[in-house]
């Protein structure tokens, strides 16, 4: 698991240079695709190494101690020895939005966040099963390579913010009729394929981990069900705010629920798996555990 995550994170990076290069040369030409190279670079080595960091600014989140929050450490704590790894750092984002997510480069660099929201909406076993299914995530070095695709669509949604404001106040003042066409051309390229292209790279990592540690965090909890009732409470609400969220797009790859989820042209390039098919998966498992017992 540890290899293949490093590899898709190595072609992630590697992805993100070329697409960067082709920006610069759309919009400065070789001079551009110079300039682009050498940002890549350094967006390469900081993704790599504080990716886990930005993705808990970008959210907000803020971590607290024991003594601030008892129970979510008491929890997080008990489930990280079922999962026989070392216990996260614990954070949370006062938002209403109910949702949750991990970061970190390895499990020894673990973090886990959750709203404040969530943990008005789900029960004790509810929220258990959240944080066991994040706990997965954190186990099968999930982390790492989310949170680099965090990093990476924050900084393409910059570039393509960028180029935008470019086109409305330069984008028309060169004398050069060839040379402007190709400035303009290159930005409203910048303006559409940008923020696609940055949701294709959260879309192509996101959907098949998310079955894997919903599995995994099932076997953590060792109850399905909390898992699969924690879900339905959260895509419910989600579909109830119609997309009305703080959050912001670049990291709603990370959170258990995609918090846009409620938005009908979001829906189109969801980073999630369809809700209800999980919560089916999660069912069945329920189903077979409870058939093993019985024979058993």
């Known amino acids: 698991m540890n290899t293949q995550n490093t590899l898709k994170t190595a072609l992630l990076l590697g992805a993100l240079t070329g697409l960067f290069m082709l920006i610069g040369s759309l919009l400065g030409g ?17 993704a790599w190494w504080f990716s886990d960091s930005i993705a808990l600014r970008m959210s907000g989140a803020q971590e607290v101690s024991p003594q601030q929050a008892p129970d979510l ?6 489930l990280s020895a ?6 996260p750092r614990v954070y949370v984002i006062d938002s209403p939005m109910p949702n949750a997510f991990a970061t970190g480069r390895s499990p020894e660099k ?4 959750v709203t404040t929201g969530i943990t008005k909406i789900l029960n004790r076993d509810e929220l258990g099963g959240v944080i066991a299914h ?20 924050g900084a393409i949604t910059m570039i393509a913010s960028i180029a935008q404001w470019s086109l409305i106040f330069g984008g028309f003042g060169s004398n050069d009729d060839d040379e402007g066409a190709g400035s303009l051309i290159g930005g409203l390229v910048m303006i559409f394929v940008a923020p696609l292209a ?3 790279i959260q879309m192509a990592i996101s959907r098949s981990r998310e079955f894997s540690a919903d599995a995994g965090g ?3 909890a060792g109850d399905p069900m909390s898992l699969a009732n924690a879900l339905q ?11 009305a969220t703080d959050m912001n797009p670049a990291s709603a790859h990370m959170y258990i629920v995609n918090p846009l989820s409620g938005n009908a042209l979001a829906g189109l390039f969801s980073t999630h798996p369809p809700t209800e098919v999980r919560i089916q998966k999660l069912q069945e498992l329920a189903r077979n555990k409870s058939a093993r017992q019985f024979v058993g």
């Open 198 to 200: 940055a949701t294709l």
């Open 134 to 153: 994040e706990l997965a995530h954190i186990k099968h070095r999930d982390t790492l390579i989310s949170s680099v695709a965090a990093t990476i669509a």
């Open 30 to 46: 070789t001079g551009g695709m110079i300039m682009a190279f050498v940002f890549a670079i350094m967006m390469n080595m900081g």
């Open 110 to 113: 673990g973090a886990v966040a």
């Open 233 to 243: 409470k959260l895509e419910s609400w989600s579909q109830q705010q119609r997309g």
């Open 73 to 78: 450490h008491r929890m997080v704590e008990q």
């Open 82 to 87: 079922n999962a026989d790894m070392p216990k």
């Open 218 to 220: 099932a076997a953590i």
